[in-house]
Structures are given as structure tokens and as C-alpha cells.
């Protein structure tokens, strides 16, 4: 029998104290000997292989598509187009009517003889070899009646709209006051515009789908982030029930937010299995990976910030023009952090898309803070230093009493203590305010800083444990591990609910089969699917003590259930103790099993009342060659606010990852679209360019003390994409202090940085 309850109660009196503590990654040691199987890495007997051709225009028709050659070739089984596709639903409008829908959403391939970007899948070779299918794809003959296509965001800013709203739900446009007459009366103002680019996600693991029907129903491994999303997206492209789709996804190399939802390699996979009737196996190639599984958009935001002679804000203003897809519409809430950064009576935060025919930009990590912060924290940069006022004390003189748009309390909140550590453990007193001034040889050296925050959200999610009459315990979720160390965390928190070591306990993830999830995305996978186990845990312990209480063999009988304690792998109340495990071979020889669940957290009057948030402050140094240019990376620090830490050990590793793609985004990525053909020009890791070990420097990460009792029992916030929000702009800001160069539009690469350069005498 399963018992599904929801509760709220906090961790028991007496448990294993295994939560907080740096518990070395559960699936490493699968990890490193090559036992963790991936996506592409399943077999099955009669697997053949798919190769994608891809669309050599962005925009127009398929006039003529020949097959035949192809379809002559050694060892091919199926060409499929759009003449031949099994039948799909129509895409849809453009927008979504709702948040889950864009998740959801039948996505058809090879459906229609349009072209809506380049490198859109025009055919599928399916082989009894990849290489067999990649030869064979090289053969198909295409010719396009191509039209002119938009791919400028500059040049056609004229055509921007306001979008109904932003990803996640949020709001367009924010105004509070009387920005433009604050802002002309300010007596300190800047008015500033900075360029981000497209930037691609480049997870380790590309994008793959091995997919195999039995009967009607569908089994497909992949790499996703997740589940449930997944299979709605396949079953409404299929036309078939989701309870007919199964996903498996136990283990993935890292996401980014690009495998959130389906992309083509699912749903080819899915139509060609079924065609043949075989298991089919189709991986996106690197190239394929830039055109077909997402992007953060190219965005111009312009900051406007008003201040008195004291350096309190008086006006923030925050516009940002993004460019979106003209088939499917997706907006960034890029200026949405600056609602609650900081305090300013009069205030305006906008959203604005500039429709191209490329195709739709996606979640892409820290989605809205980490292009939004980069251009934010530097204004506030340029605003210290026209105030002359230290940049840490500009920030702490804007510290808001509460949410300054909702106007409802923090959580929590400890910004300031984070700025005020960092100072001091980077030494931030030595910094030389002047820009230019500290030099080593012919090295400029400069260091910076920025605030960072990132909202705390909770995914509705639901979790079941059983323990069986050894005393061994299993977590079952449809919860996916992209990386972030969730089967170590959740391992944690089930050990520390019911007293039993980490060696009783095994997690098991990545199917839908098993209780459903919001899966990993905006830092809500700990704290969500945590809960739900949590919650699943005390209902298992409530079934032990009813059935303890009552059965004749329980060593409990008649025991007073509500002084029960559960550690060191026994049940006690009052005098009496017993093993769980020999407890539970007493009472149910066949075990134990509950579920447990949470709530979204936009269902719960928590995060109605308060305003909740991660926050820190990121401490960057580098050094700039006088004769170069060149930037080099000579140590970060972040120190973050970010609740309880469940595992110090993972936690710092996301920090570091985050950092890491801070110093990517201020100094090297960038997607460069042709604005005369539409197609990305470095569509690979050889010319984008991303941190690898050299450019990393030595980094620091501090966690302060904090719980967060309006957040989740254990009192945590999300941190996987905290450590980008600000580490960007505390680079760029460190550069600017060491060269006295602004650079407004990232990357910051040598070709804008040097010209400005001042000549330095030998």
C-alpha cells in the first residue's frame, strides 16, 4: 500500500547529520570506471543509426529534394522527408498561451517544405552503420527557392514588440514612479548601452536519442533534463498518450538548459523507429548542436541609473531588446533581478523582441541574470566611479528594507554581509580606485567586483521510498542528475531523515516511470525534488510507528510514537530502541513503501509573502599585457548567501562552474550570426571558444551562514547558476580598473580592448 501525504514539519530531533556535510559524488565512482551509461551509449539488438541533413538556407521553401542516389546506397533503410514523414500536428502559433505549453508543445520535424532557419532538418538517412547514414546523407540533392530572411537585431530594432510576458511567468514591463523625471533631475546619472551576443550552451554530451517501439508503446533514452516535459513534447508530436512514452535518462553530460525540451534528434528517432520498426539511434553532431538545440539570444540593454550627490538611486531604468525567432517566441527576463537588487523610488524595467528568422533562443544557465548582470553591475561600476564613491559602498548605500517592487519582506537576505566578506578576504582595501594606475612590468593590474542574485524557486514534485526487511532504503524519481550531484544530495537527505547510514540508502533516477518531477532547471532541483523526498521519508517512518505500535512482534508495542527518534540506524522512544532494520523484519517481512510531495512554490503562501532570493558578491583580479592586450585571469572570489548547504563539496563545484562561465561570457563566447545568410559562422568548439584550464585562475568560494525557514524544511536556496549571476560583469569591471577602457560590448576581445589601450613608456 502507498501513502501520498504533503507535509511541511522540519527534519527530526535526532538524525545521521549527514546534510551539510562534503559527501564525495554517490555515481563518481560509475563516473570515472565508465559503468554511468549515457545516452547515445545504450544498445539494444538491431539498432540502426540516423544522420540528420540539414537545410543550406534560413529561410524559404524546399522546391526539389532528390532522394534517389541515397536511397541506393550500401546498408541504407530510410530517407525520410517531408514527403514521406509519418504525419505530425501543425507547430502552432507562434506564442503559447501558457508557461507549461512551451515545454509541452508538439514540435513536428520534417513536416512541411518551408524552411524557417538554416540547418533545419530537410531529410533523415537511417543505416545499419553511422557512417553508412552520414555517406548516404551526402548524396541527397536539394534545391531551394530561398527569400530574404531577417538577421540583424540592430538594423531592425524598429520592429520590436512588447512580448505578453517573459520566460517563467514573469511580468514585460515594471514601472514604479516617475523614472524620466527622476532621472532628469538627478544630479549623478548614467546612461549606458551594452551589447551581449548570441551564446551557445555546448554541454560535454551532445544531444542524443536512442528510440524503440514495442507494440504501441515507446521507449526512448535520451539525454534530458526534464522527463515530463520530454515525454508531453513526444507524445503531442506523435499524436499517442504520454502514458504510452517512456523516457529514460539516468545519467547526462551536463545541460545548460538546452535539454529541457525535445529537439529533433528525439523526435526523428521516434518516427523512424517506428517506421522501420527497429531501434534507431541518432546523435546531433557538434556542428548541428549550434542550429538545432538552442541559444541564449543577442540582446542591447540600455541602463539608466539616477543618483543623488550621496550616491542613493533615485531611478533605475533597465530596457532590453532581445532578439527571438519569428515562428516561436521566446523572451529572456533579462532586467527582471533589477525588480529586487536594489532600492530607487522611481523605477522601469522593459522587455522588447526583435523578431529574426532564426530558430527560437532557449534557457540558456542563469537565464535573464547572467546577460542582465553583466550589463547592470558594470553601470553600477561606471556610476561608483562618477560619484566617486568605492563601488562596494555605492551598493551597500542602496540596500533595500524589503522587496523594493513587491514590497513584501525578504526571506532572507545577506548581500551586504557578502560584499563586506569578500572585501576582506580579497583584500579589496589594496585596490587602487584610479583606473590604470597598479602595474607589475608591463602588466596593468586591475580588480573588480559585482553583486549577485538569482531567485529561489520549488517545482510541484512527488517521490517514493521503500525499505525492504534488511533495513535497505529506495528513493524512486523521475528527478535527473545533469551534473549537479543531485543523486549524492538526495542520498544525503534521505540517510539523514531516517537515521541510516549512506551505505543503506540508493537512489534511483532519470525514468518516467517513476514519480514525477520538475526535473533540473533554475536552480530548483534540490530544493524540489529534496522536499518531495523529505516529505516521502516522514511518511514512511509514520507507517513504521503505526504498524510498531501495533503489532504483536514489534519489541514497540504500545510506545508512545510521538517521542520517536530515528538515527544511528535504530528507531527509539523513550528507553526503548531497536534496529530498524530488525524492526522491520519483524512487523512487514515484505517492507515499507510511501510517497511524499511538494508543491510549486508559486502555490504556496511563502513565496506570496516574501520575497525570495540567493544572493553574493563575486571579487575578480587580472592582468592586462600594455603591449597586447592581452587579458589573463589572476584569481576569483565568490562568497554567497545562499542558505543551508546541503554538500559543501558539490555546492563549490557549481560555484566554480558558474564563475568559470562568468570569465566565458566577459572574455571569449560568442555566436556569430552572418546577418547576410543567417547561419552561425563558428558553428564548433575549434572558433567558440569557451574557458578551458589555462584561462581559469584560482578560485575561491565562501558560503555564509544561512537558513532560510520560508524556503523548503532543510532551509536552502538554489545555487547552480548563482555563481554566474555578477561574475561576468566583476571581470569586465576588473579590466576597466586596470586599463581605464570600458568595453561595452562582449566579449571582451583584444580587437576592442587594444586600440584604447593607453601607451605606456618603457
Known amino acids: 500500500m502507498t501513502e501520498t501525504k504533503t507535509r511541511e514539519n522540519r527534519p527530526s530531533k535526532t538524525r545521521s547529520g549527514v546534510i551539510g556535510r562534503p559527501i564525495d559524488r554517490i555515481d563518481g565512482p560509475l563516473k570515472v570506471t565508465g559503468g554511468a551509461t549515457y545516452a547515445y551509449e545504450n544498445a539494444l539488438d538491431g539498432t540502426a543509426y540516423g544522420y540528420i541533413l540539414g537545410a543550406a538556407v534560413a529561410k524559404g521553401r524546399i522546391a526539389e529534394i532528390d532522394t534517389a542516389e541515397a536511397e541506393r546506397a550500401p546498408a541504407v533503410l530510410l530517407v525520410m522527408t517531408h514527403r514521406n514523414a509519418p504525419a505530425q500536428p501543425d507547430f502552432g502559433p507562434a506564442v503559447t498561451p501558457t508557461v507549461p505549453e512551451v515545454f509541452t508543445r508538439a514540435r513536428p520535424a520534417l513536416n512541411s517544405e518551408r524552411v524557417r532557419y538554416y ?40 520592429d520590436a514588440y512588447a512580448p505578453k510576458r517573459t520566460n517563467a511567468g514573469f511580468e514585460t ?26 551564446e551557445h550552451h555546448n554541454p560535454m554530451e551532445p544531444h542524443a536519442t536512442l528510440a524503440a517501439w514495442s507494440g504501441n508503446e515507446l521507449t526512448i533514452h535520451t539525454s534530458a533534463q526534464t522527463l515530463a516535459n520530454f515525454r508531453a513534447g513526444v507524445a503531442s508530436t506523435l499524436g499517442i498518450p504520454p502514458e504510452r512514452v517512456r523516457i529514460v535518462s539516468p545519467f547526462i553530460g551536463g545541460g545548460f538548459g538546452s535539454k529541457l525540451i525535445a529537439h529533433a534528434d528525439t523526435i526523428l528517432a521516434a518516427l523512424a523507429a517506428q517506421v522501420l520498426q527497429r531501434p534507431v539511434k541518432i546523435a546531433l553532431t557538434r556542428q548541428q ?33 532581445s532578439a527571438t525567432s519569428s515562428f516561436e517566441e521566446y523572451c529572456e527576463q533579462t532586467a527582471v533581478f533589477a525588480r529586487s537588487l536594489y532600492a530607487a523610488p522611481n523605477r522601469v524595467t522593459r522587455h522588447r523582441l526583435v523578431p529574426l528568422d532564426i530558430n527560437r533562443g532557449e534557457w540558456m544557465r542563469s537565464p535573464g541574470e547572467a546577460p542582465g548582470m ?17 563601488p562596494i559602498e555605492l551598493r551597500i548605500r542602496n540596500e533595500p528594507a524589503q522587496d523594493p517592487e513587491r514590497g513584501v519582506p525578504f526571506s532572507t537576505r545577506n548581500l551586504v554581509a557578502c560584499m563586506k566578506e569578500g572585501a576582506r578576504r580579497f583584500g579589496w582595501e589594496r585596490r587602487n580606485p584610479t583606473p590604470g594606475r597598479a602595474r607589475e612590468g608591463r602588466k596593468l593590474i586591475g580588480c573588480g567586483m559585482a553583486a549577485a542574485i538569482r531567485p529561489n524557486y520549488i517545482g510541484a514534485a512527488t517521490a517514493r521510498v521503500a525499505i525492504d526487511r534488511d533495513g535497505r532504503v529506495t528513493a524512486r524519481l523521475d528527478m535527473t542528475d545533469i551534473g549537479t550531484g543531485t543523486y549524492t544530495i538526495l542520498t544525503q537527505i534521505a540517510a539523514d531523515s531516517l537515521g541510516l547510514p549512506i551505505s543503506s540508502i540508493k537512489v534511483e533516477l532519470g525514468d518516467s516511470r517513476f514519480p514525477r518531477t520538475a526535473g533540473s532547471g533554475g536552480s530548483w532541483g534540490a530544493a524540489s525534488a529534496g522536499s518531495a523526498l523529505y516529505n516521502a521519508c516522514n511518511a514512511l517512518k509514520e507507517r513504521i510507528l503505526e504498524a510498531a505500535q501495533s503489532s504483536e512482534a514489534s519489541p514497540l508495542r504500545g510506545a508512545n510514537a510521538t517521542e520517536a527518534s530515528f538515527a544511528d540506524g535504530e528507531v527509539s522512544v523513550g528507553q526503548r530502541s531497536a534496529s530498524l532494520a530488525d524492526l522491520v523484519r519483524r512487523i512487514a517481512p515484505g517492507g515499507f513503501e510511501a510517497e511524499g510531495s511538494v508543491a510549486a512554490g508559486a502555490a504556496t503562501q511563502s513565496y506570496k509573502a516574501y520575497s525570495q532570493h540567493s544572493n553574493g558578491a563575486h571579487f575578480a583580479e587580472v592582468a592586462v599585457d600594455c603591449d597586447t592586450g592581452e587579458i589573463r585571469m589572476r584569481r576569483m572570489l565568490a562568497v554567497m548567501g545562499a542558505g543551508r548547504i546541503l554538500n559543501p563539496k558539490t555546492a563549490r563545484s557549481q560555484i566554480i562552474g558558474g564563475m568559470t562561465w562568468g570569465i566565458g561570457a566577459a572574455l571569449m563566447e560568442q555566436t556569430v550570426l552572418d546577418r547576410r545568410y543567417g547561419h552561425f559562422v563558428n558553428h564548433d568548439l575549434a572558433e567558440y571558444h569557451v574557458p578551458i584550464n589555462g584561462d581559469v585562475p584560482e578560485m575561491e568560494v565562501v558560503f555564509l551562514e544561512e537558513h532560510d525557514d520560508k524556503a523548503n524544511p532543510f532551509g536552502a536556496k538554489g545555487i547552480g547558476e548563482l555563481g554566474v549571476c555578477g561574475a561576468g560583469a566583476a571581470v569586465a569591471n576588473a579590466i576597466y580598473n586596470a586599463t581605464g577602457v570600458r568595453v561595452r560590448d562582449f566579449p571582451i576581445t583584444l580587437d576592442k580592448l587594444l586600440p584604447a589601450l593607453p601607451v605606456i613608456a618603457i
Open 119 to 158: 540547418d533545419e532538418p530537410v531529410a533523415l538517412v537511417v543505416a545499419e552503420t553511422f557512417e553508412a547514414a552520414r555517406a548516404a546523407a551526402g548524396l541527397i540533392k536539394v534545391r531551394y527557392d530561398e527569400e530574404p530572411g531577417l538577421y540583424d537585431l540592430p538594423g531592425h530594432m524598429a
Open 173 to 198: 514591463d515594471s514601472v514604479i514612479g516617475d523614472f524620466e523625471g527622476a532621472f532628469a533631475a538627478a544630479p549623478v546619472k548614467i546612461d549606458a548601452t551594452y551589447r551581449t551576443p548570441f
Open 374 to 390: 553583466l550589463a547592470f553591475e558594470c553601470a553600477m561600476d561606471e556610476l561608483a566611479e562618477r560619484l566617486g564613491l568605492d
Open 289 to 321: 548542436m549550434f542550429a538545432n538545440a538552442g541559444h541564449r539570444a543577442e540582446m542591447i540593454q540600455q541602463v539608466r541609473l539616477g543618483a543623488d550627490t550621496d550616491g542613493r538611486l533615485t531611478g533605475i531604468a533597465h530596457d532590453v531588446w
